[in-house]
């Protein structure tokens, strides 16, 4: 795993000191996430599930919790929502080399 961060230019390992997280270059993650956006798109076209076996009520849940937050913000929270809210997402494609793509970034 520390092997792939550092591939991925996440984290620097430093003989005798240690791993090192890198510091995030703000453009670089604007630019994952447009592509991110671009990609979301492609749910409705590569292999979609059928829509009867969609779970709605666990996205009308994340929507929800999003709501709460809005009042009582709290980051970690947000974070799990948004992890959950991604695979909740995934879960509408049954196109693997997309999901895994989509999982990398």
């Known amino acids: 795993m520390l092997a792939r961060l550092e591939d991925e230019g996440l984290l620097k390992?430093?003989?005798?000191?240690?791993n090192i997280v890198t510091d995030v270059d703000?453009?670089?993650l604007a630019q994952t996430y447009r592509l991110?956006?671009?990609l979301a798109e492609l749910i409705g076209r590569l292999d979609p599930v059928d829509p009867?076996?969609?779970?709605?009520?666990?996205?009308r849940d994340l929507h929800s919790s999003t709501k709460l937050l809005r009042d009582r913000p709290d980051p970690l929270k947000f974070a799990q929502i948004n992890i959950?809210?991604?695979r909740a997402l995934m879960s509408l494609s049954r196109n693997v080399p997309f999901r895994e793509v989509s999982k990398r970034l």
Not at 13 to 18: E, R
Not at 52 to 59: G, S
């Open 26 to 28: 703000i453009e670089t």
């Open 52 to 59: 009867a076996t969609v779970d709605v009520p666990q996205f």
């Open 84 to 86: 959950e809210f991604f």
């Open 13 to 18: 390992s430093v003989h005798s000191v240690g």
């Open 36 to 38: 991110r956006i671009e």
